[in-house]
């Protein structure tokens, strides 16, 4: 079975610029989490989607978006671009149900993000 | 008080030895808690899930949970050079779909 996978890898942007990651999910599951990591501040929830909906949210900017296709693919976007959105970008794929293993959250390699 | 603490590293120990990992939670309604790996320049590698309490023991690692005392632990057997890594232990509230809160890691080196 395929694993998370996200594009790009790596991207470099300037400041006040926007930035589209994409995550596309293990498949079968339904629910996709994304997360900053940073060495200063760890990892980071942003958001999460279940079947096209954001059922989470976690303490960002309004910067700071996301969506879920029906396909449940997922993208986040990021405007006006801070140095501090320096990080690394990750996404996680789960069943998406509670209880058991439907919650195991599997990570993509991430997004390596450079505002210079 | 951070919602998810680990004991503070790094953490060195003989390959051979029992390596223990530790991490305490705030939140009383947490249901599930999980351990992740990750290798420096790589993204979090899930290792072991436990959701009730007592031991969950899955090859070399051993996972140990008590809601009571609000505390999750990782225990690694027969530790290999290879086990060095960062450990993360994360914690998925009640009603908190997704989202996981995870601890700021601790930085395990086994020596051969």
């Known amino acids: 079975k395929a694993g998370v996978t996200q594009t790009p890898r790596y991207l470099i942007k300037t400041r006040g610029q926007q930035v589209t990651l994409s995550c596309s999910p293990i498949?079968?599951?339904?629910?996709v989490s994304w997360y900053q990591q940073t060495p200063g501040q760890g990892l980071q929830f942003l958001f999460e989607?279940?079947?096209?909906?954001?059922?989470n949210k976690g303490n960002f900017p309004g910067r700071f978006s996301g969506r879920q296709f029906s396909n449940s693919r997922s993208e986040m976007n990021v405007s006006t671009l801070e140095l501090g959105d320096s990080a690394l970008y990750l996404c996680?794929?789960?069943?998406?149900?509670?209880?058991?293993?439907?919650?195991?959250?599997?990570f993509g390699p991430g997004t390596r993000l450079t505002v210079l | 008080q951070k919602e998810v603490e680990q004991n503070s590293g790094p953490l060195s120990v003989p390959e051979g030895a029992i390596a223990s990992l530790n991490c305490t939670y705030s939140d009383r309604g947490s249901q599930s808690f999980f351990w992740y790996r990750q290798y420096s320049g790589k993204s979090p590698e899930l290792i072991m899930s436990?959701?009730?309490?007592g031991d969950k023991e899955d090859g070399r690692f051993t996972a140990q949970l008590n809601k009571a005392s609000q505390y999750v632990s990782l225990l690694i057997r027969d530790s290999q050079p290879s086990d060095s890594a960062t450990y993360l232990c994360?914690?998925?509230?009640?009603?908190?779909?997704?989202?996981?809160?995870f601890g700021q890691g601790t930085i395990l080196t086994v020596h051969p």
């Open positions: 498949s079968g599951h339904r629910s």
């Open positions: 436990i959701y009730s309490n």
């Open positions: 989607y279940f079947s096209e909906t954001q059922r």
């Open positions: 994360a914690v998925e509230g009640g009603t908190s779909y997704g989202k996981l809160t």
């Open positions: 996680a794929s789960s069943g998406g149900l509670a209880g058991g293993y439907y919650n195991e959250q599997f």
